[in-house]
């Protein structure tokens, strides 16, 4: 290889992150600039990867969870030789359409293992990496997937609440190719990160299960042997690198100045000089490029290998490798869902939804064994996710399908996007519908980048009972409804729920919400059409005996309600309809002559369902009646609750006759 000193294969990194943030008059020069030394000696000595192939299933996960430093990632992307990142992408930093935004984005640039940016994100996206591939390993064997997550995190990474469920998790599942290398600089965007923080990170990881060191994270010998160190660990691996963030800038090294506004051009000139970088704007040295495009390629061999290693494999092996990897589900899936549908409809379930999710679960896990992965943040009784077959993971039984997290919602959501990310599963995780709050910010990073991740959400109204309005989910289905492309279903029986399950795992570009009662309901269906009404998001369950004057529309357990009460209006002499909607925003995503269809030409809308109003508008019309919560709930029986809510058919008839006069 090209015979290039170390500094200045680093200060390449620093020269790129400088040009591209002043350009931009925005972004983040300093963590680039500090953890340089870090990030050359990672790549040039140790990371695995294959620039002409940055989606190779073996190659090492590099995860810039301190998105703000994004310049780093892009600038190794430029001069390993990555196809896509070429010298125009790093002049046009942070401008639209661009392949280098201000913070990485998976779906965007190749390269980018995950979108980081939220602080703690990354790092907890990278603990589901790092157990995906504990168990892809398992069951493939070391020959075919034997790779390590390596992270770079930040001070703000460190600070968020998610980091500490994140490492309990990896020391707990002793993800020993986990190794985080902290940039610990000690600045923030207020100042010392001693104004706000006192921990020492050090022992926070050691007391977590994990091995970790303070090293000098300007020495290149000292991080080489300290990731030598932790390639040898039978623990996830802590380095903190104590670095000057802006290193090199004469006056802002090792202040907020650096961090996040460009230098301006004097101190960038001044920078330069004090690097002996040249002054002109984006230049790499021709010797310098050639030893990291080099870099790039030294990979290739290691991939070579990989190939013949697979090749090896048998036929059937290799394809249900290459099929996982690819996210399609097995045919077995579908067929063995017709099989529960007609299972139902011969032998009705009268229950909770979250126990037709249990028996659908029975099915979808004899279908897809190894690739149906579930876990729970310590819910796992009441949210039903659970297989009968299903074996517990842990450090001593990899192979094992099921995991339980812990209180650790907001953990289990980023995790769950780091083992679809990573490939070979379909993940699931569970808890209480009201506990989406603390999962929410992995949730909508789910919906950003479409991890095709789908969320058990149990006890999902008011019907939950005693537990009171602390536990009562009211406003939580219109705030999932919100995010873009994110898929809230509510199935209203046990059909619905097999049939919203199948739609969930063949979604693979966006994440998937079922919200599940506690409540027993009744088996409303009577059919499982082919076309499976629920990926209309709506589809008119009873039809009006003549012209319909009425419609109702109901999600979930309020369905029941809007079934009783169209049967009692016709009694009436008033013709009413009732249309299930186990997804209010996958209906409004139709095309408009079938939303037209579903919704209907009646004189009189109305929405029956145990939340708040938001979003029904784009159904009933704002003069559309609306039974529901406006407010939060309280403590009692489900029954009772129901009654003291007015969510009845009662309710539902009674505002229907005032309406009709």
């Not at 896509?84 to 390269?111: A, C, W, Y």
């Not at 479409?450 to 006890?459: K, L, N």
């Not at 079934?563 to 209010?584: D, F, N, T, Y």
Request: aromatic share 6%.
């Amino acid at each position: 290889m090209t015979n290039v000193d170390h500094s200045r294969m680093a200060n390449a990194i620093r020269g790129l992150a400088m040009d591209a943030v002043e350009k931009a008059k925005s972004g983040h020069p300093g963590l680039p600039m500090g953890a340089a030394d870090v990030a050359t000696v990672l790549f040039t000595q140790f990371l695995k990867f294959d620039a002409a192939d940055p989606n190779w299933p073996d190659r090492d996960r590099f995860v810039l969870s301190a998105g703000h430093g994004s310049m780093l990632l892009y600038a190794l992307l430029y001069l390993t030789g990555n196809s896509q990142m070429t010298l125009e992408e790093i002049k046009r930093f942070r401008q639209v359409d661009s392949l280098t935004p201000g913070h990485p984005e998976n779906f965007r640039t190749k390269g980018v293992e995950t979108t980081t940016g939220p602080l703690g994100q990354g790092l907890a996206t990278s603990v589901g990496m790092a157990l995906a591939e504990r168990m892809l390993s398992a069951e493939f064997g070391k020959k075919i997937v034997d790779h390590r997550t390596y992270v770079l995190c930040s001070d703000g990474d460190l600070m968020e609440g998610v980091s500490q469920e994140a490492i309990a998790l990896a020391g707990v599942w002793r993800l020993n190719k986990l190794i985080v290398l902290y940039d610990d600089n000690g600045i923030s965007i207020d100042g010392p990160t001693s104004i706000a923080d006192k921990v020492d990170q050090v022992k926070r990881f050691k007391s977590a299960g994990w091995a970790a060191e303070l090293i000098d994270g300007q020495d290149q010998k000292a991080i080489a042997a300290a990731i030598a160190r932790a390639q040898k660990s039978n623990k996830p691996s802590l380095i903190a690198c104590k670095t000057t963030i802006g290193y090199g800038a004469p006056h802002k090294a090792g202040t907020a100045k650096a961090h996040g506004e460009a230098l301006g051009a004097d101190e960038l000139k001044a920078a330069k000089e004090n690097l002996g970088i040249s002054l002109e704007p984006f230049s790499v040295p021709d010797d310098v490029l050639k030893a990291w495009r080099e870099v790039g390629r030294r990979g290739v061999v290691a991939h070579q290998e990989w190939q013949a290693r697979f090749a090896e494999l048998g036929s059937r092996k290799r394809a249900e490798f290459e099929r996982r990897l690819r996210h399609e589900r097995p045919a077995s899936l579908a067929k063995a869902l017709r099989a529960h549908k007609k299972a139902l409809l011969e032998n009705p379930l009268n229950v909770g939804t979250r126990k037709s999710s249990e028996a659908a679960i029975e099915a979808i896990a004899a279908a897809m064994p190894m690739e149906f992965v579930a876990g729970s943040a310590d819910l796992t009784g009441s949210n039903n996710n659970k297989a009968k077959s299903a074996v517990d993971f842990s450090a001593k039984t990899p192979k094992g399908r099921f995991i339980h997290y812990g209180v650790r919602e907001h953990g289990m959501a980023a995790a769950l996007n780091g083992i679809f990310l990573h490939g070979g599963f379909a993940p699931n995780g569970a808890t209480f519908l009201i506990f989406t709050d603390y999962a929410r910010p992995a949730m909508r990073l789910a919906a950003l980048m479409g991890t095709g991740v789908v969320y058990v959400m149990t006890h999902d109204s008011i019907g939950l009972g005693e537990d009171g309005p602390t536990h009562q989910p009211v406003e939580h289905l219109a705030a999932l409804r919100a995010i873009p492309n994110m898929r809230v279903f509510r199935p209203a029986d046990a059909v619905e729920v097999a049939e919203c399950w199948e739609l969930a795992l063949n979604r693979t570009s966006g994440p998937t919400v079922l919200a599940l009662t506690r409540q027993n309901l009744p088996q409303l269906r009577t059919s499982a059409p082919a076309d499976n009404p629920c990926s209309h998001g709506g589809y008119e369950l009873v039809a009006a005996q003549g012209e319909a004057r009425v419609s109702l529309f109901a999600t979930g357990s309020e369905v029941e309600i809007a079934v009783a009460a169209q049967k009692q209006l016709a009694e009436r002499g008033i013709p009413a309809r009732v249309v299930s909607v186990p997804s209010l925003e996958l209906l409004l995503e139709q095309p408009a002559e079938r939303r037209e269809a579903v919704i209907g030409k009646a004189p009189v809308k109305v929405a029956i369902e145990a939340a708040v109003r938001w979003g029904w508008d784009a159904v009933i019309g704002q003069d559309g009646i609306f039974i529901g919560m406006h407010g939060f709930g309280e403590s009692g029986p489900a029954k009772d609750l129901f009654k003291h809510f007015g969510i009845t058919a009662e309710a539902v008839i009674n505002a229907v006759q005032k309406r009709l006069g």
